[in-house]
């Protein structure tokens, strides 16, 4: 079936633009999270979503990264008055609830550069 | 707080077995897994194991576990160059939103 998918794969932006990142997750999927992954860097968690429930934001590196996700299912990363540092790839992963592993399934990222 | 850390390169030579080490302090650690990501492509899942396991096989890869420590290791058995990737060592705790902390990852590069 169809995986995680995310866009657009690749973003330029200039400093001090908002930009909007796109996840779509694997059907079925309740549980939704945003990673940053920054060059050399490992993973950093940046929220969660998890149904209907309020979203943990405790990731989020400042007010400027805000994210939703509307019926539960696609999300939207919104990053307000970009600034150099937050160039990275942003990573959706989704997860089945269900699954005892707690397997997360990772769209391809979207790369973003602030010039 | 939580923290995995892992070694940044390892090069080995086709045919070869390749061992990618990772640490981690978070004792109440549940899963740990490794990650395969390769080149414009995102993270897949090669495999996991649970906290109360020592070692898991599947076909070309072994991890094992060494709980006391907090050590983890992947082992591949027989690289191949489609094996060249960067390998990213998670944990996830049984609680909460169950986000997986990750290390930096271990760039692997196969020789030919």
């Known amino acids: 079936g169809a995986g995680v998918s995310q866009s657009p794969s690749n973003k330029v932006t200039e400093k001090g633009k908002d930009v909007e990142l796109r996840c779509d997750p694997i059907?079925?999927?309740?549980?939704l999270y945003w990673y940053r992954q920054s060059l050399g860097q490992g993973l950093e968690f940046l929220i969660y979503f998890q149904g209907n429930s309020a979203p943990d934001k405790s990731g989020l590196p400042s007010d400027r990264f805000s994210a939703e996700r509307t019926g539960g299912s696609v999300s939207t990363l919104t990053i307000q008055r970009t600034q150099q540092e937050d160039s990275a790839v942003y990573l959706c992963?989704?997860?089945?609830?269900?699954?005892?592993?707690?397997?997360?399934?990772f769209g391809p990222g979207t790369r973003l550069t602030v010039t | 707080g939580e923290d995995v850390e892992q070694s940044l390169f390892l090069s080995v030579r086709e045919g070869d077995s390749s061992v990618i080490n990772c640490t981690y302090t978070?004792?109440?650690?549940?899963?740990l897994y490794w990650y395969k990501q390769e080149p414009g492509a995102g993270l897949q899942l090669l495999t996991y194991i649970f906290s109360n396991m020592d070692m898991k096989q599947d076909q070309r890869l072994t991890v094992l576990l060494n709980k006391k420590d907090k050590h983890l290791s992947l082992r591949i058995a027989d690289t191949q160059t489609g094996d060249s990737a960067i390998y990213f060592c998670?944990?996830?705790?049984?609680?909460?939103?169950?986000?997986?902390?990750f290390g930096s990852g271990t760039r692997l590069q196969v020789q030919p």
């Open positions: 998670a944990e996830g705790t049984d609680t909460g939103r169950r986000a997986l902390t």
């Open positions: 059907s079925g999927h309740t549980a």
């Open positions: 978070d004792s109440s650690s549940t899963y």
């Open positions: 992963a989704s997860r089945l609830i269900a699954e005892i592993t707690y397997e997360q399934y």
